[in-house]
């Protein structure tokens, strides 16, 4: 089955700065990757996803990720942080119709 | 229009009984799934329906729980004679046909067993 691997459990990023959050994955046929947002007491909400097409993949928020297929990464970052993008953020990998989550990255943005 | 909606948003019980959550899915959405999201084991898969049908039900952790779908819609997730390991959130998400299409979730139910 695919995997993704998630680097960094918590990341924490001035209001303004780059955010970057890492995303492996293991995966013998092409992957479908996706990044989701979870806020505080709320379900997981889709950023992006990577099907097929175009490698840099434009989300909601001003996020964007990178599909590299030769260092098997799928990235998600930021330019300029927001005091509401501190919340948890899940990479995930579809397995035939299911997806497979990685730990969750929590993000807290300092003023 | 309506999201993913979930029933009870808590739910606190004693160790022992029985518990029912519910999904009602996004209106013609014919995939449903169930997850699940705790401290020891992150978001966990546990069962997919398509229609009324759950050809993938892998992810149940014990013969105690089990789900149902009726009418292609509402889904109950029911455990059994609860266990302190089963608190956790229990999310639900729905999609439209096609794999790779977005799986929208629900607020999740967070379950407390004492």
């Known amino acids: 089955a695919q995997s993704v691997t998630q680097l960094g459990s918590h990341v924490s990023v001035s209001e303004g700065a780059l955010v970057l959050l890492r995303c492996n994955y293991s995966?013998?046929?092409?992957?479908?990757l996706f990044w989701y947002v979870q806020y505080p007491n709320q379900g997981l909400q889709l950023l992006l996803k990577?099907?097929?097409?175009?490698?840099l993949v434009k989300g909601i928020n001003g996020f964007e990720a990178e599909f590299k297929k030769s260092e098997t990464s799928f990235h998600l970052t930021k330019p300029s942080a927001h005091m509401s993008d501190a919340a948890e953020y899940f990479c995930a990998v579809l397995n035939d119709y299911k997806l497979s989550f990685g730990a969750g990255t929590t993000v807290t943005v300092r003023a | 229009g309506a999201g993913v909606s979930q029933s009870p948003s808590n739910k606190v019980t004693e160790k022992g009984k029985d518990v029912e959550l519910r999904c009602d899915p996004i209106s013609g959405h014919t995939a449903l799934y169930w997850y699940r999201q705790s401290l020891g084991q992150g978001l966990e898969f546990l069962i997919y329906?398509?229609?009324?049908?759950?050809?993938?039900k892998s992810g149940l952790p014990s013969d105690r729980f089990s789900a149902e779908r009726t009418g292609g819609s509402v889904s109950t997730l029911t455990i059994q004679r609860t266990q302190q390991e089963d608190s956790a959130v229990y999310l639900c998400?729905?999609?439209?046909?096609?794999?790779?299409?977005?799986?929208?979730f629900g607020p999740g139910t967070r379950l407390t067993v004492l």
């Open positions: 329906f398509q229609g009324n049908s759950a050809p993938d």
């Open positions: 998400a729905s999609r439209m046909t096609g794999s790779y299409n977005e799986q929208f």
């Open positions: 995966s013998s046929v092409p992957p479908y």
């Open positions: 990577y099907t097929t097409g175009a490698t």
